[in-house]
């Protein structure tokens, strides 16, 4: 099973990339790209008004298609769906600022039974064909 395929399952475990933009947009009040756009700031995940985790996107060029989003699900985040009826799950631009991925990785909370997903993400303007 190849490396990309295995991640792109995490992703599917995890929040889609579509759900991502409907909480984003749900916590803006605003339009939102399918993406998280990266300004060094983390973004906080809640489910029911409590955070459940963190997201981090390291630095990318203006244009970029391809990039990875750094998540970690902290050990009350529940994963979304029929089991959990009424859950709901935002995305807010957060206060915590990271000066790189590295940064991220060696300060943000990581206690026992979270999860890290990386969603390595391709973006097109059409469907695989």
């Known amino acids: 099973m190849s490396k990309s395929f295995t991640r792109t399952k995490a992703v599917i475990a995890g929040l889609s990339a579509a759900a991502a933009a409907s909480a984003v947009i749900l916590a803006t009040g605003g339009t939102a790209h399918a993406q998280l756009d990266p300004d060094g700031k983390a973004f906080d995940i809640f489910q029911n008004n409590v955070k459940v985790g963190e997201i981090f996107v390291?630095?990318?060029?203006?244009?970029?298609?391809?990039?990875?989003?750094?998540?970690?699900?902290?050990?009350?985040?529940?994963?979304?769906?029929?089991?959990?009826?009424?859950?709901?799950?935002?995305?807010?631009?957060?206060?915590?600022?990271?000066?790189?991925?590295?940064?991220?990785?060696?300060?943000?909370?990581?206690?026992?039974?979270s999860k890290y997903v990386a969603v390595d993400s391709h973006e097109s303007s059409g469907l695989p064909q």
């Open 58 to 113: 390291p630095e990318r060029s203006q244009g970029d298609t391809d990039y990875l989003e750094n998540w970690v699900l902290f050990p009350k985040y529940q994963y979304p769906g029929p089991q959990h009826p009424g859950l709901a799950t935002v995305i807010k631009a957060g206060t915590t600022e990271y000066k790189s991925q590295s940064d991220f990785f060696e300060n943000v909370p990581f206690k026992p039974g």
